[in-house]
């Protein structure tokens, strides 16, 4: 079983900040389950966790975190309006193919919604690029020809997006190593987390 | 070619005692109580036939229901000192070191009201007339099964099961268990399952069950006294049965358009390797089921349908579930498909209950839940390694 002090992931204590202790939450691609479960045990949440990946579904079994198997890009109909207190996306809105669909879905399921991404605005990205290559790193460890990351987008790409579909953002933080980032988000920021609601 | 199981087939493999249960014996428990039954009528005088298998925990903590589908019986994993071929129809999942570890859990079979092993049902006598019930058999339910297997558990001393476990219409038995008795299980776990019949699914039933009435050896379900049984109607029910059981797939890999002589014979011989098979299955099955039974079988599936008493809806029929509930379906089953079993995912969902659900890539259809395809039965060890946990003093 995997560590859990909440230090393995920087995002993890950055979505834990905003979520109420007892709130009931929905993790979309959860994983192996150790955010839910890393909530179960800082926040006392209930909740599930939603994945496709056999092996996934099998971990979140043995992590003890309640698990739907199920293909998010179909979209979220097993679960009713407003039934949960915080939808999470957690590093995967970058590879959905249906992006504006799914936060769609997260403020219909959701009270709120808590996303986080790898911000291709980030400096070292910005460097590689410039280099002429596509960026790989910690939080983009994949090759151009096999990332399942096809809709990477920037701090000031994400805030455009909500803006323009009048969703508002309720929090923001951006995190470098783990450490939050003020000054300069879109070039200074690895990780951003975001809480917006409808 | 792997042999295919069908339903309820007996597995044919040898007997391997460092995963098996071993030898089993039968038991019987005797009911005086009046068992009031869902269509009004009363079973004042009964007999359940079960096996258990594992020791019951001092605190009876550990004991597991496995609840059986259409055909098969009590004896769930095992095999007989008499018959040592005779091996139980989930051994697979059941036994020392299997997904449910009988080294740690207490599991019970229970052949169910109106079967043809060995519990009270068609072929019984009637109290009442000193002849045997035949046609006269009530019709029973799933709920009627999980009342008389709550006070089966009553007799042995287990007020709450560590889980109810089966597959089709076993999981609509563990299935009710939680909506029945939710506090007399900590988890179910319901494999394979419907909420409900579609009318497709009840269209096949009533076929099978045309083909038996309609059998000049039916005799109204009396035929015991005349000495004489259904058999051409059940074997005709069986086949129909059979083609539901495998998805359109497994049946092209496994039979195509192979024919047994190579060439058309332009005759009405069986030619076609799938003509074989459904024949041979229905001949077999026909030889050792009850078709009274079978009858009634095919009617606890039809009404089965915990949302019909609450305006038809399942949240509101799964409002008292307080179990965790592990739900699995596979994705070639379209007798009970996926869909189905998310309804029963959705309903729970909005219950807030403690609800897993897997849906198993696997290409056997709904003959899937008896195989030990290997992401299923580690998925079904995991679970029960999380009761044990829970469970454990």
């Not at chain 1, 809105?93 to 980030?122: C, D, S």
């Not at chain 1, 596509?134 to 096999?146: A, G, K, Y």
């Amino acid at each position: 079983m995997t560590g859990l002090n909440g230090g393995q992931r920087p995002d993890f204590a950055a979505i834990a900040q905003w979520v109420k202790p007892g709130a009931h939450v929905l993790d979309l691609g959860c994983g192996d389950g150790t955010l839910l479960k890393y909530l179960q045990q800082t926040r006392g949440v209930t909740g599930y966790g939603v994945e496709i990946d056999d092996g996934n579904v099998l971990e979140c079994v043995n992590n003890g975190v309640h698990v739907i198997q199920s293909d998010l890009e179909r979209g979220l109909a097993e679960f009713a309006d407003h039934s949960f207190d915080y939808v999470v996306l957690s590093q995967t809105l970058q590879a959905m193919r249906h992006t504006e669909r799914i936060v769609r879905e997260i403020l219909r399921v959701g009270r709120a919604g808590i996303v986080t991404f790898p911000n291709f605005g980030y400096w070292k990205n910005r460097l590689q690029i410039l280099r002429g290559r596509m960026p790989v790193s910690e939080n983009l460890p994949f090759e151009w020809f096999d990332t399942p990351n096809i809709h990477l987008c920037t701090v000031a790409d994400f805030e455009k997006f909500c803006t323009e579909r009048g969703i508002r953002i309720v929090g923001r933080t951006v995190l470098t190593d783990g450490r939050t980032v003020d000054l300069l988000p879109n070039l200074l920021g690895e990780l951003a987390v975001y809480q917006f609601g409808g | 070619m792997r042999e295919l199981r069908g339903f309820f087939m007996a597995a044919t493999k040898t007997n391997d005692l460092t995963t098996s249960v071993g030898i089993v014996t039968p038991q019987t428990a005797g009911f005086t109580a009046p068992l009031p039954l869902r269509s009004g009528a009363v079973l004042h005088d009964y007999e359940l036939v079960y096996e258990t298998y594992g020791t019951l925990n001092a605190d009876r903590s550990n004991a597991v229901l496995v609840c059986h589908a259409l055909n098969a019986s009590h004896h769930v994993a095992g095999f007989y000192a008499d018959d040592p071929g005779n091996t139980g129809w989930w051994d697979n999942m059941i036994g020392p070191g299997k997904p449910l570890d009988t080294n740690r859990f207490f599991v019970i079979g229970v052949n169910n009201l109106g079967g043809c092993h060995g519990s009270t049902g068609p072929l019984s006598i009637n109290p009442d007339t000193g002849k045997p019930w035949g046609g006269d058999f009530p019709v029973v339910t799933v709920e009627d099964w999980v009342d008389a297997q709550a006070r089966l558990a009553d007799k042995l001393g287990i007020t709450r099961f560590a889980a109810v476990m089966g597959g089709s219409l076993g999981a609509m038995q563990s299935l009710a268990w939680a909506i029945r008795y939710p506090q007399r299980l900590c988890h179910s776990i319901v494999i394979a399952c419907a909420p409900s019949l579609s009318a497709q699914n009840i269209a096949f039933n009533e076929v099978a069950r045309q083909a038996i009435i309609t059998d000049p050896d039916f005799h109204d379900g009396n035929y015991q006294e005349q000495h004489a049984a259904p058999k051409r109607g059940l074997r005709v029910a069986r086949m129909v049965g059979h083609i539901t059981y495998l998805s359109d797939d497994e049946m092209a890999s496994k039979f195509g358009r192979q024919l047994k002589q190579g060439k058309p014979g332009y005759s009405f011989d069986t030619e076609f390797e799938i003509e074989s098979y459904l024949r041979h299955q229905g001949n077999k099955f026909a030889n050792y089921f009850d078709a009274n039974t079978y009858l009634r079988i095919t009617k606890v599936l039809d009404y089965f349908d915990p949302a019909f008493d609450h305006g038809g809806s399942l949240s509101t029929a799964l409002q008292p579930v307080t179990a965790g509930v592990l739900v699995i379906s596979f994705t070639t089953d379209w007798r009970f498909s996926p869909e189905r079993s998310r309804e029963i995912v959705r309903a729970l969902l909005d219950n807030r209950a403690q609800v897993t659900y897997a849906e198993i890539d696997a290409p056997h259809g709904h003959d899937a839940f008896l195989l030990d395809d290997p992401r299923y039965h580690k998925l079904v060890a995991a679970y029960f390694e999380r009761v044990h946990r829970e469970i454990a003093p």
